[in-house]
Nanobody
Framework: QVQLVESGGGLVQAGGSLRLSCATS????????MGWFRQAPGKEREFVTAIRSGGVRYYADSVKGRFTISRDNSKNTVYLQMNSLKPEDTAVYYC?????????????????WGQGTQVTVSS
């Protein structure tokens, strides 16, 4: 069983930055694709970004150029650096691991999830 624990959320003004972390258990972290999704109130969970075990990264158009995903395999941790934050980035951010299907943007293709961390961007 893989456990994911997110941290780093909080309240920030528009234009500010936050860095989210997702610490994982298990010895197979380096082999996992890792991702971040977010869910705003009343909306479906949506893809934000993902990084494959080999380091290839994918981003949603809405965050491209502002967010950066990275991973430290020695620490079993994936990070999400969020810059130039906007009020529309407000959501609960979830870490995901273990891509089991061909499409990284699909929630159902991810095997493991964290509990989420709240990010609130004020205008």
């Amino acid at each position: 069983q893989v456990q994911l624990v997110e941290s780093g959320g909080g309240l920030v003004q528009a234009g500010g930055s936050l860095r989210l972390s997702c610490a994982t258990s298990g010895r197979t972290f380096s082999t996992f694709a890792m991702g971040w999704f977010r869910q705003a109130p009343g909306k479906e969970r949506e893809f934000v970004t993902a990084i494959r075990s080999g380091g290839v990264r994918y981003y949603a158009d809405s965050v491209k150029g502002r967010f950066t995903i990275s991973r430290d395999n020695s620490k079993n941790t994936v990070y999400l650096q969020m810059n130039s934050l906007k009020p529309e980035d407000t959501a609960v951010y979830y870490c995901a691991a273990g891509l089991s299907g061909p499409e990284y943007t699909i929630v159902e293709y991810w095997s493991y999830w964290g509990q989420g961390t709240q990010v609130t961007v004020s205008s």
